[in-house]
């Protein structure tokens, strides 16, 4: 399989007045197309700081992040705030929703980036509200929906552009048990159909829905695992 993903010797430190912080102090890994991976660790290991590299939302101090085939850890902002538009699709644990925009417009937002014209955004951001079952809510806003149902909305704006990885960084940390599982069945459809899916989660029975294990600590890899259930399931 291709990889997706190749970050070598990858750190982060952050530099707070008189304070260094180092976040991430040498991580490699590689990552292949279609892998599902769960990303653990203690509060304050670098999880969140990890995914914000991986998903271009910032770059690393110092090492090598290759996505997709191609050198990301030198660009400047624009350029990947471009291929952040093209290849990534971001859900948080917040939702970070637009208030005041209805599910449809929140959804159709990334692709004003991407230069659609209006009609062709509403009619994508339907298409993609209606498969993750939220045809009949897209005329909302968030504060007009459930958790679950926000999430999904956040989903399907991850989604909206075909990117290929979606990043979760504790996509169920608000939501119920039940709640959770809905989410965890629509990352799996969104795996089956091909992507690459990470996801940092605190809890265990979140992690065992992805098919590798990775864990942080203090800022360094501290195992890589391949879940055995589901692999020899297959
Ligand atoms: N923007 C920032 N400026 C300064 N320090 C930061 C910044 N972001 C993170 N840190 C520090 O880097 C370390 C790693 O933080 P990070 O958010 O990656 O942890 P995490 O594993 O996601 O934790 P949690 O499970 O609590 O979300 C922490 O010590 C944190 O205080
Ligand atoms: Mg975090």
């Given at each position: 399989m291709q990889k997706i993903i190749e970050i070598e010797a990858v750190t982060k430190v952050y530099q707070m007045g008189k304070e260094t912080v180092h976040a991430l102090r040498g991580v490699s890994l590689d990552i292949l197309k279609n892998e599902y991976v769960a990303l653990m660790g203690p509060s304050g290991s670098g999880k969140s700081t990890l995914m914000n590299m991986l998903g271009c939302l910032d770059t690393p101090t110092s090492g090598e992040y290759i996505l997709n085939g191609q050198r990301?850890?030198?660009?400047v902002d624009d350029e990947l705030a471009a291929i952040r538009n093209k290849e990534i699709g971001f859900v948080f644990q917040t939702f970070n929703?637009?208030?005041?925009?209805s599910s449809l417009e929140n959804v159709a937002l990334p692709l004003v980036y991407a230069g659609m014209k209006k009609s062709d955004r509403l009619d994508k951001a339907y298409e993609v509200l209606a498969s993750v079952g939220l045809g009949d809510r897209v005329g909302h806003r968030p504060n007009e929906l459930s958790g679950g149902q926000r999430q999904r909305v956040a989903v399907a704006r991850a989604l909206v552009n075909d990117p290929s990885i979606i990043l979760a960084d504790e996509?169920?940390?608000?939501?119920?048990s039940k709640t959770s599982v809905e989410i965890m069945a629509l990352f799996e459809q969104i795996h089956n159909l091909g992507n690459t899916v990470i996801l940092v989660t605190h809890e265990p029975d979140i992690a065992e829905y992805a098919h590798r294990l990775i864990r942080l600590k203090d800022g360094l890899l501290e195992s890589d695992t391949y879940n055995q259930n589901i692999i020899s399931a297959l």
């Open positions: 990301v850890s030198t660009l929703l637009i208030p005041r925009l996509p169920t940390g608000n939501l119920d």
